[in-house]
């Protein structure tokens, strides 16, 4: 992939993330100062759970697993990022080790942010705090809902639940019905806390009700409002 040298001001998803969107033309510049772009190949880890950040890091191209390695190297999918959403902020702001990995799940562009040049412009900007701190917000509920589900849900409640994330999360294709993202069994099930034997056999089933079309990798969802019901999600 041919990386695109560029400023911050210019950047396609600068709109489209919440933390930089409101940033004044010199602060960006700040940011910008300490910014390099890296190309990831598909399955190439970011950071590692355990090493210690000294950057922030904004997916430009691609898609991101954030995950926690368990016994017998086991992963669980924490979370997961698109183009232009942001990573390690947490370790950054506490300065801790990582508590998880990131590793791309296709090819990607991802730009590093050095400490010192974030941690300038939020201490001059307070809306740039309040939305840090909103996305810490939204870790601790996510973390907390993710904790409800695997102890009090059924396994093919919690395969179709993850399986609305990813839709919700990456969207669809022009067709609109296929998932714009493949993941591998393996990876559904680590997002949905399910060994990947299970996650095989339970798709195996949804594949045969009018509810989702497996092709390879690729899902297609043919009934969302049945998945939903399939998911048993309560606001």
Known sequence: MKLELFGCSECKNRTQNQIFCNLSQGEIETISKGKSENFYPKGQVIFHEGSRGNGLY??????????KSGEKGKEQIIRLAKEGE??????LLSNELYSASAA??????VCFISKGQ???VLKQNSELSLETLQLLSRDL????????NITQKTVVERIAESLLVLKEKFGLDQDGKTLNATLSRREIGNL???STETTIRTLSELNK?????????????LNVNKLLSLANIRD
């Open 118 to 120: 974030f941690l300038e």
């Open 104 to 109: 791309v799940i296709e090819d990607s562009v």
């Open 192 to 194: 949905a806390g399910v």
């Open 209 to 221: 009700t009018d509810i989702l079309n497996l092709n390879g990798k690729q899902i297609e969802f």
């Open 141 to 148: 509920r996510e973390s907390e809902k993710k904790i409800v």
């Open 86 to 91: 942001v990573l390690g902020y947490r370790s």
């Open 58 to 67: 904004c997916v430009y191209k691609g898609k991101v697993k954030v995950y």
